[in-house]
């Protein structure tokens, strides 16, 4: 198919800009204010080089992960985004095959325009013998009834993790979409997970809530009230990641929500080996952000990250080509770290160290 012509995430990017209504491209490529963030995720990985060893790699690299007794195929996860049925018609279906089909975890965004259960028998559908992982990103809701509400969906719906955003006291500032006047879906579509929460509306649909005065409490309320290892999402300052730690969390997602919530924060990989440090190998911590080729992933796993996330990489295949084109994306990226994997001489995972990341000449770190 015109698919294999497809050799990078980039043509991904190119042919979703021409597919899509030009209003739907610039909600999932801008960022907050100036988006000077979503150029610095890009660019830090720009400025590092890889610097490789020789005559030590072998023939069978291994590249698989597991987190929270869940298998990943390779170190690349897909990072939570909302409303994928604005880009293709099966949605978020389209992502749970191709998620299955690679054999990496899917992060369900809490915004789905498809409800979480569907999501889940989707993925199991598609697996066949295999076992795939779903995790649920959610947002806390200031009334504790309807969080309750989506942890039960997210459970029943076989989740296996709680991956909640932290970095939305208040909604980021698109003035992309301010100026296109998009606020909100199409109205054939909806965050179906809010969809008749508590049972007692049929047919409606909630808004998600974003609040400035949720605190470290309602994590340590969420601690009580779940089993599934909870992940915070959006934790940048590392003296937060030592607080998420003391209050029992079991892994950090460093992100910066693709440049999307506060401009001018740096990029994810620039803070990552100082937030390594703060964790000090307690609890895994993943990192999303301008992720874009397999050289940027071992970066990551280089300077400490168990695994990183793709957001809008995952969206341009979908808009491409639905379930097919988010399972190209993710076999190139995959096909891109093995490689780099054997031109660094590993074996495989675990021989990426931070010794192979230096500053690239002429960046002035
Ligand atoms: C997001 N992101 C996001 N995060 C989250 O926690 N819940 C969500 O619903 C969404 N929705 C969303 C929509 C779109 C269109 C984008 C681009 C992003 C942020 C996402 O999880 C991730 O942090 C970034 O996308 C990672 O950066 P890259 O890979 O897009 O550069």
Not at 48 to 59: D, E, H, M
Not at 133 to 161: E, H, K, N, S, V
């Amino acid at each position: 198919s015109g698919l294999e012509a497809m050799l990078t995430v980039r043509e991904f990017e190119a042919v979703a800009q021409r597919k899509l209504d030009p209003v739907h491209y610039d909600y999932i490529a801008g960022g907050s204010r100036d988006e000077v963030t979503v150029r610095a995720n890009e660019d830090g990985f720009g400025r590092l080089s890889l610097l490789p060893r020789v005559l030590r790699g072998s023939a069978q690299r291994d590249l698989s992960v597991t987190l929270f007794g869940g298998q990943s195929s390779m170190p690349v996860l897909i990072s939570p985004t909302a409303f994928h049925r604005l880009v293709c018609a099966e949605g978020e279906i389209a992502t749970a095959r191709a998620a299955a089909r690679a054999g990496t975890i899917m992060i369900a965004s809490m915004a789905s325009t498809v409800a979480v259960g569907e999501v889940a028998a989707a993925a199991r559908a598609a697996a066949g013998d295999g076992d795939p992982t779903l995790w649920f990103q959610l947002y806390l809701q200031p009334d504790m009834d309807d969080t309750t509400a989506l942890i039960a969906r997210a459970t029943d719906a076989g989740c296996r993790a709680l991956v909640v955003t932290v970095d939305s006291p208040v909604l980021g500032a698109n003035e992309r979409n301010q100026r296109n006047n998009f606020d909100d879906l199409p109205p054939e579509m909806a965050c179906e997970n809010l969809r008749n929460l508590r049972g007692d509306e049929p047919g409606n649909v909630r808004q998600i809530a974003m609040s400035p005065e949720l605190s470290w409490e309602h994590i340590d309320w969420l601690r009580e009230h779940t089993r599934l290892p909870i992940l915070l999402k959006g934790v940048l300052h590392p003296e937060d990641a030592r607080i998420a730690i003391a209050h029992g969390i079991d892994g950090l997602l460093l992100s910066n929500h693709g440049g999307r919530q506060l401009d001018t924060v740096p990029a994810t990989i620039d803070l990552l080996p100082e937030f390594v440090a703060a964790v000090d190998g307690s609890v895994p911590v993943l990192l999303d952000g301008g992720v874009r080729r397999g050289t940027d992933v071992v970066k990551a796993l280089a300077l400490g990250a168990a695994a990183v996330g793709v957001g809008r990489p995952i969206v341009w295949g979908l808009a491409t080509a639905g379930e097919e084109g988010a399972t190209r994306v993710l076999e190139l990226l995959r096909d891109e770290v093995d490689h780099t994997v054997a031109l660094c001489g590993a074996r495989g995972l675990a021989d990426l160290t931070p010794d192979l990341v230096r500053p690239a000449a002429g960046s002035r770190r």
